[in-house]
Every structure is written in C-alpha cells, then in structure tokens.
C-alpha cells in the first residue's frame, strides 16, 4: 500500500439415536464466543448523495439564477463526520432536483430548520497546495494563519482563507486522506471531497532521488508503479462483470515529466476512441466499452516491446472505498499530540464523478465580466432505518428458543406425571402417602402456595399383581399379592438428579416409553435391549413386594443420561473457551469452524426436528401416506450391509438423518463459496434453525441443579464477556470477541469486491455461525442483527433449572394429592404440568360459561408468569435482552450481552429464592427435585411391570387352562 493509500481500509464488516460427531463442551465454547451483538455494515457502497447546482450571478443587476445540474454519488470515511440524513425519498431522487422536488426541499428546511440540508459552495484547493499535503509535508501550517499569509493562502488583512463553509474539492495522492481532511478542516472548509484520480497510482519509491536527465520515458528506477488487480485489470483474472483490458501505448505519445507521471497524460488514458483515447484504439470498440466499464487505462510499468518503444496499459478499477484513518505513524510532519479530531464529512468520489465536479468548478471559473459562476453543492447520507425489525425478531426469537429449549429440559416430569397417573388408574402402580416430621433447621418457609414444603412428605410406590380372573388385561389389579407382584427395585446409591450417570444394571437402560410424549433428546434404546430385559422370568426373589420409598436414596433414576455441571466444570470451561477464543483471534480457522457446525447442525435438526416432525406426520399421529408407509418406516434399514449388522436403524432414522445431511451440507457450501453468505436467504434461515436446535439440544444434555454452579458460571463469563469485548480493545488493538464473532479477514475486502470467485474470498467475510442472525431489511448497507447462542444457552442453564424445579414441585405435588387413590378414586390424568409453581386441580372447561373459561386461561397465563421461578426468569431475561438492544441502538457498537443478562435472571432468582426463604434449599440442591427425580425413576419402571404382570396374568391362565 502506497503512502497516498494508507489508511484505505475498506471492510464489508464494521462490524437421538445418531451420534453428535461435535462434543457439547466443544458447541458451549463456541457458542460463547460469539455472545455479543454487533451490526456488520457492507461499506463498500455509496453512503451519501450530492446534488450539484450551478449559480449564476449578474452583476448589472444583482440576481442571481440557481440551476440543478446532476446528483451523483459518493462514500463516507471511517474518520469525521457524515452529511445529514436525506429523507426517505432521496432513495429514489435527488433532494432538490427540479422543481417539485425543489419545493420539496424548501418545505423540509422550514420544518426542520434552515440547517437540514444547507447549501456548499464546491471550491478547488490553492494553486500552491494542489493536492492540499503541505502540511503533511512539513512546508505548511494552516493551523497559524499569521505565520502562513505570506502564502497567498490567508488574507493577511482578515486572515481568513476564503474557504470558510465551503467543501473543497480535493484530487487523491500524495498523502493520506486524514491529513487532506485535517487541512481542509484547518482552512475553514465544512466539508472535503477526494476525488480518485489516475495520477494519484504512481509514485516515487525516493521522492529525494528524482532524475533530472529526462530522456521523454518513464524513471524506470524510481517509479511505484500501480499493482495489478487492485488498480487494475489486463484480462488475466476472473474479474466480476468479466472486467479486463490490454493495451500496447507508444511511450513517446506520453509525457513523463515531471517524474514519475505527468497528469496531461490523463487524457490521452481515458474516454472512448472518439475521443483519442490511447487505450481504446481497437477494431471492436464494443470490446473496450463492455470490458472496460471505467473507460480508462493505467500503465503496468511493463514493457510491450524489446527496446521499450512500446508500454502495456490496462483497465483501471474505479470503485468506491471507505477511506480510512492514517493511525498513529502515519510518517505526516504533524505531531501527532497536534492532529485535532477531524469534524468535518469526508466524501469520497470515483473518477469519473471526480472528473464531472471538476469540470463543472473549472467552467465556472473561466466565466469572467457581468456573469459570474460557481457551483453549489447539498450534499446528504442516503436514507436508512433508525431501527429494525429484525433487531425485534431476534428478540422474539431468542426468548422462543429458550422458552421451548427450558420447556423440554422439564418434560421427563411431565411425562412421568402421564405414565403414573395412568398407571395407578389402571391399578399396575398402587402409591401411599405418609407425613413425617421434619427435623430441618433453619429460617422457616414462607406459607405460599409456591412454597409447600412438599421434601417433607414421604410417598411410598408399589407394583401391583395380576389375578387371574382379569385375564391379565391392561396388565393392572388394585390388590397386591406377596407372591406376584414385580419388582422395581434399585441398588444404585447417590443419584439425586434426573440423568446423573447410574450403576444400576441394565433395567436402567430400557426405554421408558415409545409414546409421542417422551422426550425430543431422550435417547431411544434398541428394541432388542427391552426384549433381552423382559425375557427372563422373575425369580422369587424379584417376586417380592417391595415399596419404593421416595425419600431414600436407593430409588430407580431416569434413564437419560445427562451431564450434571459443577463449580469445577464452570471454571475449567470459562479457561478453555478463553484458550479457545485466542486461537481464533490469532489463526483463521474460520472455516473448519463452519465445517464443523454445519455438520454438528446436521445431527441437532435431526434429533430436534426432523425425526420428531417425520415421527408425528408419518407414525404416530397423522399417519400420511397410511399404513404401508408407517411400517416401512419403522423396519429395520441396512441390516444385511457390511458393518450394519446388529445396528438398529430404521428408516425412519435414514429418512430423517438424510434431511438433517442435506440442509448442513447445503448450507456449507454456501458458506465457502460466497463472499458474505449472510445476504444470502437460505444461509441465515438454515443457521437459525440450526442455532434453535442446539440450544434446545445443549439445554437438554447440560443440567445445572444449584444455584450455587449457576453463580460461579454466571458470574465467570459475565467477567469474560465483558473483557473481550469492551476490554480486549485497549490491550490487543480491537475487540476479540467482535472480531471473531464478525469474521473479520486479512482479505481486502475491495479486492473481493471486485473478484468474487478468488478462493481467498469465499467465505472470508462471514461471521461464525455460532449465532442468531436476522438481516437488516430495507437499508441499504446490507448488515443483520445477531444474537450468540451463548447469550441464550447460558442463561439458559439457570432458566432451565427453574423450568425442572417448577416442574418437579408440580410433579411431587400431584403425586401427594392421590392418597384418595387407596379408597377407589382415579387420579386425573393431566396433559400439563405447570411450569409456574403450581399444580392445583383442573378446572372442568366444557361445564363452565365462556367467561370462565376466560378467567381459567387468563389464572393460568398469570401464575405461569409470575409464580414459581420459571416464569419470573424469562420475564428478567426478556428485560436484561431488552436493554442490550437498547444500548446497542443508542451506542451504535457491539455490546457484552451478558452484562445486562447475568445480573437480571441472577439477581431475580436469588431475590425470589431469599424472599421465599427457599434459598438456602435452592443454593445447595433442591430436596423436592431430589424426590421428582425418583419419580422418573419409578415411571421409566412401568412399562416393565406392565410386561411382568402381562406375563403373569397369562402365565396364571394357561395353569388354569391346563387344570381344567
């Protein structure tokens, strides 16, 4: 990058069954790294718009004619201001262009104030300071207008520079476009316009060793001469719209002096052959203008011919850049404790705008005698949303995810509730209820109905027999016989929580259940295990009525295996995403990591979705395509192919896995081979949908059961995240998080602009996928709002645990409220378990008025929400999100999520925990969860008992049978 260049830093981002071949501490780190939100901008296009008038002045009678000439467009820099913002309607027209629109302007200047839009008058830079870099060369100071009136620059009367409230408009080259802007700024300007020029891609390697032997041909020695592919293009490269264009140019038509390039030459470079261009002289002139859309050459420096009579010249690039800052060693003669903070817009035009203005100012200078001209200017930024919906959507769409994703983490109670409902209907499950006394010391609960200190009561279960007179039908008699009833017994010591690793013998792996209602992320156990588990005859041991008493620990747990974290894996994690995320920041691994989401994805839309959709469309509930198709389904895939025998996959499992491949796959090769595959629809809908599956998937594989894991976690990554984004910066130069998160890349992003199919741009300007992300619908500069799935998962550990602690009061209450059952009633089997706290009676719908109903629905909405903790953490969490946005909008800058989450959900439990007087249960573990969890135990124990009393019953009838 040459001098003239430096700071030119234009940049697309400102911003089941089936294994899961990516480990889940692995997804949870990467899902952490990109917790923040951070718009991405495109700032490769135009930003603003000028309109260009022509004044002119008759001085015999002192009018004045305006006249609209042209409105072109132009970039903004990363430095200074910008213009004021046009109105919507500029989008498609000039703001004062003609008269309706004149009107128009006019109107919005007197309900906005004078200074809406104001009027610049476009001036040319001092013929002593052309390219406006004398300060920067140390021969100027316009800081100090005494010192430097002597120039011509200054008036020394009124020292003032006749520049003031005007825009200069400023030819590129020769020093950075900081330092022209801080010289226009310096000279009163209100605004700078740096037009792009061809003189501007040569240089002088040594500005101090320039030949005066001039010979008429180029200083060969001493000449930076422009690069290829980044200035221009011969038609060597696959270059977007097919761009590229080779010419051979006599070096005696060109002028050379003074070194290294003449700007007369300028002329003779550009236009079509009409106008006695040089590099257009070619039979097909349609050849020139359609692979050649800037109609103008620059010369390579190459030699076309031995003895260099003849120069090669090709296409030159005339795009827009995003003119950046100069830095701290920019290598100017201005201090640095002296460059003041530029104020001013700086506007940045292509060639051929450039040459436009420039002709424009220069025609109205020539105009001398009682007709005087010049050149007015409005310029202002193109129009776009103060907001966006999508930054609304995201919001939505993160509260959904971990609603449904805490929901499900709670459905093994729920479904516990179902099978042992019916089971005690139906007599297979005969449970007492007894109260103990409670020696617990301690500030004593609260007596809400939130807060029913339901650890206390002992609930004891036993299998019931079959008799033989039943026939062994539903399996279930309400008597119980010493010498029939089966066994459920459970050696296994310590499991407290719902998914813990358990010793117990392979009952344990059985699958509780085939219904519709077992668990999206439960696991699903070979047939062949349950048939091996119930083949073999109960022996009389087994045989042996035994209660199942809830408030010991030798009680069957579930047979999900989950993993329960600790203070110790809170820590270890934080260290090793940290590790994790410094790798990131220095090594691109950008698309290894995609490769592995899309793949890891793949599994979770599997698990998640489509076997569960596939299971209720084509099994279960719908039955499409009928009979035939459902048991197509659920036979066996594969079995006689090597390496398949003894799997059990069905084709279902094919059917659904093939669908889950497809989509990932899909959406990787999108990924690696767009530019940004952000704009691209399918990429960022197939990534949402993915980010929902893992969160749903994580949630439900990850428990947290104390608060206390919960406060070590929390209060860990609230301290990373706000260290690598807000942090990082003043240690590493920019944020680790951001840049990771938004895929910054080493790749000009003007480079890929202009060849799109470059393997070093595919992908390169993606943000890791490891996030929500919605575009910015209807503004121009093309940037999404995005959400890290670690701002939802790991709040979500704390939210899901009091999803399972609602769930598990509800669950334990339900069960202490069917002693009834001893005297004949039924239990009601209920499809729902409140997640707010509550579990009270159902009310009968059908036989009250529509009002009730609506009162019905309204109480259960309303104590959902604000019972329990479930609700009360959601309603935090939705805030905490909330303001994050908030301040994302107001601060225009990426914002550490955590920081407004971890304190909102933490400190709401912990409030509602100590104003309950729960907190002391909830900081060590929960007993009511400890109970529910040997519930689940002894539900995913009755299907077996159905199995056993079944067998009994007909065992019992064929020996009747056989008597008779």
Same mark, same amino acid.
């Given at each position: 990058?040459?001098?003239?260049?430096?700071?030119?830093?234009?940049?697309?981002?400102?911003?089941?069954?089936?294994?899961?071949?990516?480990?889940?501490?692995?997804?949870?780190?990467?899902?952490?790294?990109?917790?923040?939100?951070?718009?991405?901008?495109?700032?490769?296009?135009?930003?603003?718009?000028?309109?260009?008038?022509?004044?002119?002045?008759?001085?015999?009678?002192?009018?004045?004619?305006?006249?609209?000439?042209?409105?072109?467009?132009?970039?903004?820099?990363?430095?200074?201001?910008?213009?004021?913002?046009?109105?919507?309607?500029?989008?498609?027209?000039?703001?004062?262009?003609?008269?309706?629109?004149?009107?128009?302007?006019?109107?919005?200047?007197?309900?906005?104030?004078?200074?809406?839009?104001?009027?610049?008058?476009?001036?040319?830079?001092?013929?002593?300071?052309?390219?406006?870099?004398?300060?920067?060369?140390?021969?100027?100071?316009?800081?100090?207008?005494?010192?430097?009136?002597?120039?011509?620059?200054?008036?020394?009367?009124?020292?003032l520079s006749g520049y003031e409230g005007s825009y200069m408009l400023i030819p590129r080259g020769h020093c950075t476009f900081e330092a022209k802007a801080r010289s226009a700024q310096r000279l009163g300007a209100a605004g700078a316009i740096v037009r792009n020029?061809?003189?501007?891609?040569?240089?002088?390697?040594?500005?101090?060793?320039?030949?005066?032997?001039?010979?008429?041909?180029?200083?060969?020695?001493?000449?930076?001469?422009?690069?290829?592919?980044?200035?221009?293009?011969?038609?060597?490269?696959?270059?977007?719209?097919?761009?590229?264009?080779?010419?051979?140019?006599?070096?005696?038509?060109?002028?050379?002096?003074?070194?290294?390039?003449?700007?007369?030459?300028?002329?003779?470079?550009?236009?079509?052959?009409?106008?006695?261009?040089?590099?257009?002289?070619?039979?097909n002139l349609e050849n020139f203008e359609k692979h050649c859309p800037s109609q103008r050459c620059l010369l390579t420096g190459r030699n076309a011919s031995d003895d260099g009579s003849v120069l090669e010249a090709c296409c030159a690039w005339d795009t827009y850049l995003r003119m950046g800052s100069d830095g701290v060693n920019d290598g100017d003669a201005v201090p640095q404790e002296e460059e003041e903070e530029i104020t001013i817009p700086a506007l940045y035009v292509t060639m051929e705008h450039g040459e436009e203005l420039y002709d424009v100012v220069v025609d109205a200078a020539l105009q001398q005698g009682e007709t005087v001209q010049f050149v007015n200017i409005v310029p202002y930024g193109r129009w776009y949303p103060s907001g966006h919906y999508s930054g609304v959507l995201i919001w939505v769409l993160a509260l959904f995810t971990l609603w449904i994703a805490a929901y499900e983490s709670a459905k093994e109670y729920r479904t516990s509730w179902k099978k042992i409902s019916q089971a005690v209907n139906d007599g297979v499950l005969v449970f007492q209820r007894s109260a103990t006394n409670s020696n617990a010391t301690g500030r004593r609960r609260t007596e809400t109905e939130d807060t029913v200190d339901l650890a206390e009561e002992n609930v004891e279960f036993e299998l019931a027999s079959a008799a033989p007179g039943n026939n062994g039908q539903n399996g279930g008699i309400t008597t119980t016989s010493p010498g029939g009833s089966f066994s459920i017994s459970d050696d296994a010591e310590g499991d407290d929580f719902v998914g813990n690793p358990s010793a117990s013998p392979n009952l344990d792996d059985v699958a509780t259940s085939n219904d519709e209602d077992s668990p999206a992320n439960n696991a699903r156990a070979p047939t062949d295990s349950i048939a091996a588990a119930l083949s073999h005859p109960p022996t009389m041991q087994q045989q042996q009525p035994q209660r199942v008493n809830l408030q010991s620990r030798s009680t069957p747990t579930a047979a999900m295996q989950n993993l329960e974290l600790n203070a110790l894996h809170a820590v270890i994690f934080v260290?090793?995403?940290?590790?994790?995320?410094?790798?990131?920041?220095?090594?691109?691994?950008?698309?290894?990591?995609?490769?592995?989401?899309?793949l890891g994805g793949s599994v979770a839309m599997n698990q998640i979705l489509f076997y569960p959709l596939y299971t209720k469309l084509f099994v279960s509930k719908f039955q499409l395509g009928g009979a035939v198709v459902s048991k197509k389904l659920q036979s066996r895939a594969?079995?006689?192919?090597?390496?398949?025998?003894?799997?059990?996959?069905?084709?279902?499992?094919?059917?659904?896995?093939?669908?889950?491949?497809?989509?990932?796959?899909?959406?990787?090769?999108?990924?690696?081979?767009?530019?940004?595959?952000?704009t691209n629809v399918y990429y960022w809908l197939i990534q949402d949908v993915m980010g929902v599956c893992f969160c749903v998937l994580i949630l439900g594989l990850i428990h947290i059961n104390t608060i206390m894991v919960a406060s070590v976690l929390l209060c860990l990554v609230f301290v990373y995240d706000i260290?690598?984004?807000?942090?990082?910066?003043?240690?590493?130069?920019?944020?680790?998080?951001?840049?990771?998160?938004?895929?910054?890349?080493?790749?000009?992003?003007?480079?890929?602009?202009?060849?799109?199919?470059?393997?070093?741009?595919?992908?390169?300007? !993606?943000?890791?996928? &490891?996030?929500?992300? /919605?575009?910015?619908?209807?503004?121009? +500069? @093309?940037?999404?709002?995005? =959400?890290? #799935?670690?701002?939802?998962?790991?709040?979500?550990?704390?939210?899901?645990?009091?999803?399972?602690?609602?769930?598990?009061?509800?669950?334990?209450?339900?069960?202490?409220?069917?002693?009834?059952?001893?005297?004949?009633?039924?239990?009601?089997?209920?499809?729902?378990?409140?997640?707010?706290?509550?579990?009270?009676?159902?009310?009968?719908?059908?036989?009250?008025?529509?009002?009730?109903?609506?009162?019905?629905?309204?109480?259960?909405?309303?104590?959902?929400?604000?019972?329990?903790?479930?609700?009360?953490?959601?309603?935090?969490? !939705?805030?905490?999100? &909330?303001?994050?946005? /908030?301040?994302?909008?107001?601060?225009? +800058? @990426?914002?550490?999520?955590? =920081?407004? #989450?971890?304190?909102?959900?933490?400190?709401?439990?912990?409030?509602?925990?100590?104003?309950?007087?729960?907190?002391?249960?909830?900081?060590?573990?929960?007993?009511?969860?400890?109970?529910?969890n040997r519930m689940v135990g002894v539900a995913s124990k009755i299907p077996e008992g159905r199995s056993a009393t079944a067998r009994e019953a007909n065992n019992s009838l064929a020996e009747t049978s056989t008597m008779v």
């Open positions: 990058m040459t001098k003239a260049d430096a700071g030119t830093t234009p940049q697309f981002t400102s911003s089941s069954k089936s294994p899961n071949p990516v480990p889940t501490s692995t997804l949870l780190a990467l899902a952490l790294l990109a917790a923040h939100h951070q718009p991405v901008v495109h700032a490769a296009t135009p930003t603003s718009y000028i309109d260009i008038h022509l004044i002119t002045s008759f001085t015999s009678t002192g009018s004045l004619e305006k006249g609209y000439l042209f409105r072109i467009e132009a970039s903004e820099s990363t430095f200074g201001g910008s213009p004021p913002k046009g109105p919507k309607w500029t989008t498609y027209s000039a703001l004062t262009g003609g008269a309706g629109k004149e009107a128009d302007h006019l109107h919005h200047q007197s309900t906005h104030g004078k200074s809406a839009h104001p009027t610049h008058r476009l001036m040319l830079p001092p013929d002593v300071d052309a390219f406006l870099c004398n300060e920067s060369k140390g021969t100027a100071d316009y800081k100090n207008p005494a010192g430097n009136s002597a120039s011509g620059v200054f008036d020394p009367d009124t020292l020029t061809l003189d501007s891609r040569y240089q002088l390697i040594n500005e101090d060793a320039v030949s005066t032997n001039y010979k008429g041909g180029p200083d060969w020695g001493n000449t930076k001469w422009p690069v290829e592919q980044r200035d221009y293009e011969c038609g060597t490269h696959k270059a977007s719209g097919h761009v590229g264009w080779r010419a051979e140019i006599e070096t005696a038509a060109l002028n050379f002096y003074p070194a290294p390039y003449n700007t007369n030459n300028d002329v003779l470079l550009t236009g079509p052959a009409v106008d006695g261009s040089l590099c257009a002289k070619e039979p260290v090793c995403a940290s590790v994790f995320l410094f790798i990131l920041f220095f090594f691109n691994l950008d698309k290894v990591i995609r490769v592995l989401y899309g594969f079995g006689n192919l090597p390496g398949c025998r003894g799997e059990n996959f069905t084709w279902m499992d094919v059917v659904s896995s093939a669908t889950g491949y497809a989509l990932g796959i899909a959406w990787i090769v999108v990924g690696l081979t767009r530019v940004q595959p952000m260290f690598h984004v807000l942090i990082s910066p003043y240690i590493f130069g920019s944020s680790v998080m951001i840049d990771v998160a938004t895929g910054s890349s080493s790749v000009d992003p003007s480079f890929c602009e202009k060849y799109p199919t470059d393997k070093a741009c595919k992908g390169s300007f !993606a943000p890791l996928p &490891m996030l929500l992300a /919605i575009p910015w619908f209807n503004d121009f +500069r @093309g940037g999404f709002s995005m =959400l890290g #799935l670690g701002d939802i998962i790991l709040p979500g550990l704390l939210i899901s645990f009091a999803a399972r602690y609602d769930s598990a009061i509800a669950l334990v209450r339900k069960c202490s409220q069917t002693s009834s059952i001893r005297s004949g009633g039924n239990v009601a089997d209920s499809d729902e378990t409140d997640l707010g706290g509550g579990g009270g009676e159902a009310t009968n719908e059908s036989s009250g008025s529509s009002s009730r109903r609506y009162h019905y629905h309204l109480g259960r909405v309303i104590k959902a929400l604000f019972h329990g903790y479930f609700g009360p953490l959601m309603i935090a969490y !939705a805030i905490g999100l &909330m303001i994050a946005y /908030i301040v994302v909008w107001t601060t225009k +800058r @990426g914002q550490p999520a955590l =920081l407004y #989450l971890v304190p909102a959900c933490l400190g709401t439990i912990l409030f509602l925990g100590w104003r309950r007087r729960e907190l002391s249960d909830l900081w060590s573990g929960p007993k009511v969860m400890q109970k529910a």
